[in-house]
T-cell receptor
Framework: NAGVTQTPKFQVLKTGQSMTLQCAQD?????MYWYRQDPGMGLRLIYY???????DKGEVPNGYNVSRLNKREFSLRLESAAPSQTSVYFC???????????FGEGSWLTVV | AQSVTQLDSQVPVFEEAPVELRCNYS??????LFWYVQYPNQGLQLLLK??????LVKGINGFEAEFNKSQTSFHLRKPSVHISDTAEYFC????????????FGKGTKLTVNP
């Protein structure tokens, strides 16, 4: 039961470096999400994809880009990392109309 | 737009005591409501959800929540907590009939002490 798989689990970046967080789900879900979690802030939506080939901005999209490569995969890219992007990132997916979102285990990113 | 307020950032309780974690929401449209639990260094797991029907919703691990439309609340309760319930709990809302984009509260850290 893989569910939602994120890689890498931990990453340290220097300011200005770029990286991509990978996410894949094996539940044949149409909708996928990227959230970031910061202490005392809850989870905030970065980007959302309702289906393959479509993406939409969430609450905090600045500094990020996404690609919905196919139905299974949804990647998040930091083009030029900043210390403010130090956070825990969660990928999630759901089937439209099912109202239950499944989360990955998180990716801990530190930008120094 | 929707918003969620979790009224307590931290709730310490003793083992076997009852607990209530409070959640209020704001929305101009009808909503679905959710509680998620996050154990240390893990992702979020759905505890329970309210979509329609009975306002008292039962979830996993003995938790329940009551939807109160007039007070725009969805408080989470458990009559007797265990050490293993120590975790962070998130209330979330999404608009009915719209996308499943969840808006989360800031979380309540429940600490159960022996």
């Amino acid at each position: 039961n893989a569910g939602v798989t994120q890689t890498p689990k931990f990453q340290v970046l220097k300011t200005g470096q770029s990286m991509t967080l990978q996410c894949a789900q094996d539940m044949n879900h149409n909708s996928m999400y990227w959230y970031r979690q910061d202490p005392g802030m809850g989870l905030r939506l970065i980007y959302y994809s309702a289906s393959e080939g479509t993406t939409d901005k969430g609450e905090v999209p600045n500094g990020y880009n996404v690609s919905r490569l196919n139905k299974r995969e949804f990647s998040l890219r930091l083009e030029s990392a900043a210390p403010s992007q130090t956070s825990v990132y969660f990928c999630a997916s759901t089937e439209v109309g099912r109202n239950t979102i499944y989360f990955g285990e998180g990716s801990w990113l530190t930008v120094v | 737009a929707q918003s969620v307020t979790q009224l307590d950032s931290q709730v310490p309780v003793f083992e076997e005591a009852p607990v209530e974690l409070r959640c209020n929401y704001s929305s101009s449209v009808s909503v679905y409501l959710f509680w998620y639990v996050q154990y240390p260094n893990q992702g979020l797991q759905l505890l329970l959800k309210y979509l329609s029907g009975s306002t008292l919703v039962k979830g996993i691990n003995g938790f329940e929540a009551e939807f109160n439309k007039s007070q725009t609340s969805f408080h989470l309760r458990k009559p007797s907590v265990h050490i293993s319930d120590t975790a962070e709990y998130f209330c979330a809302v999404s608009p009915q009939g719209g996308s499943e984009k969840l808006v989360f509260g800031k979380g309540t850290k429940l600490t159960v002490n022996p």
